[in-house]
């Protein structure tokens, strides 16, 4: 297993930090079967109704993240966490975008438990990961398809630079269906226990493997 670790730049400002860590081998990645597409269009469908009368900031994983990244000096109302984007998506009608297994499973996840996801290839990641706020100049190209600057947001690293963060991951480890080796990141939310967030990460690890078979091993980790 990569080890994966929580700098003092975070951890100083959000003592209560932590990340859920999934390793998954011998998986296949492909289009999502339609079980899947299935239940993120029905639950886009349930959590369209739901922000019809309820204000995205009173969704739990929302204000918490929100609350996190101003403990962090991020500014929430100009970088949003990946999964505030989706529910906005949602909120507006627009149609989730769907890729392949993994990242359609990652974007179900994402607004099934209210937090930010990372999924990334395995064997793309050099050494190992350490989640901090980025160096200044710190910058990669993402997979929303611009140079995304890093300076002074949370970022997962590994020896060759950011890769990762809760608002937009790199192009560098993005998971294809080429990949076979992957490794998600929960980014959790502080307040949870560390059992809560233990049985969270399992449960996902079983719905991903009885999607994608392979195996996995998964751990929470905090400062």
Known sequence: MVNVSINESVSFHVPQFKIGVIHYHNIVISDSPQML???????????????????????????????????????????????????????KGDPLPLVHSAVDLNTFFSLQYSIPLGIYDLDKIKGDITLRLGRENESYEGVNGRVNDMSGKLVSTDTEGAFGSPIVDSLRTKVTTDTTSALHLF??????????????????????TQIHGGSFLHNVVTP
């Open 37 to 91: 597409k299935g239940r993120l269009q029905f639950f886009q469908e349930t959590l369209k109704i739901e922000l019809d009368t309820k204000p995205l900031a009173e969704f739990a994983g929302i204000s918490e993240w929100r609350q996190t990244f101003k403990a962090l000096n991020m500014d929430p109302g100009r970088y949003r966490p990946s999964h505030e984007a989706l529910l906005r998506r949602v909120k």
């Open 187 to 208: 980014y959790l939310r502080s307040s949870m226990e560390a059992e809560e967030a233990t049985k969270l990460v399992q449960a996902a690890g079983e719905m991903f």
